[in-house]
């Protein structure tokens, strides 16, 4: 079994603007450990997202390392990471990024069939994945139907159901009030726990943190560990 089933070496990433290239991810080395949910903050513009986009293979580095359970993608083509992001990761965005015409159901038996998932069991995995997240009496309902906190616990349902072994999320809490933030973020972390997964949650959100193991700052490129104590 992989116990760091992320771990990016010495990551370097820059973006040109005009004749300035802009050094967003200096040197930067990091590692998730199985079970763990980690918390990762900074301003705006300090390059959190990227970070994020890198460790999900959306985006190559232009120097370093990301390995992916064990697995070195730092040099694999669009296609190959196309297949890393569906199989071994979740994504859960800042808004629900639903399809608008598919039911609540539909949304997971989607991610299934395009990770050649599908089984005569996954109707009942469906199911239950949705009751997990609290989700069962709206199985057949459309997007539109649906609250904010809803939408989003369908996008976690979704983010898990290909049995993915890191999650990440990108300020998922934003659109949410603050009791709707919590119960949010509980939910992540109880099926990170009981389903022995890794979870990334980039937030501007203070009130969160208690409910992560680790905190780390995006500070002039690099992540460094945050040394306030969390409740666990």
């Given at each position: 079994?992989?116990m760091e089933?992320?771990?990016l070496e010495?990551?370097?990433?820059s973006?040109?603007?005009g004749?300035?290239e802009?050094h967003?991810?200096k ?11 980690v918390?990762?903050?900074?301003p ?14 959306l985006?190559?580095?232009?120097k ?7 697995t ?5 083509t669009?296609?190959e ?13 800042q ?15 989607l ?12 109707k ?5 994945m949705?009751?997990?997240?609290g989700m ?6 459309y ?7 809803e939408?989003q ?10 049995d993915?072994?890191?999650i ?5 809490t934003a659109?949410?009030?603050s009791?709707?933030?919590?119960a949010?973020i509980?939910?992540?972390s ?8 890794s979870a990334i949650i ?6 969160i943190?208690p409910?992560?193991?680790?905190i ?6 690099q992540?460094v ?8």
């Open positions: 079994m992989i089933p992320l771990v010495n990551v370097e990433k973006f040109k603007d004749d300035k802009n967003i991810v040197n930067l080395s990091f590692s998730l450990k199985m079970g763990e949910v918390a990762v903050i900074g705006s513009g300090s390059g959190k997202s990227t970070f994020l986009s890198i460790a999900g293979a985006q190559s580095p232009d370093g390392k990301v390995i992916v359970n064990g070195n993608i730092s040099s694999y669009d296609i990471k196309a297949k890393i992001r569906l199989n071994h990761l979740g994504y859960i965005f808004t629900s990024n639903l399809v608008p015409y598919l039911k609540v159901e539909e949304q997971l038996s991610v299934l069939k395009m990770a050649n998932q599908w089984t005569k069991g996954s009942r995995k469906v199911k239950e949705l009751t997990a997240v069962e009496h709206r199985v057949k309902f997007p539109h139907q649906l609250s904010g906190g939408k616990r369908v996008a976690i349902a979704r983010a898990f159901i290909n993915p072994e890191i990440l999320a990108d300020e998922p659109s949410l009030d009791n709707r933030s919590m949010i509980e939910l992540i109880t099926i990170v726990k009981e389903q022995n997964k980039v937030t501007h959100d203070d009130q943190l409910l992560c193991d680790r780390f700052v995006m500070k002039d490129g992540l560990e945050d040394g306030r104590e969390v409740l666990i």
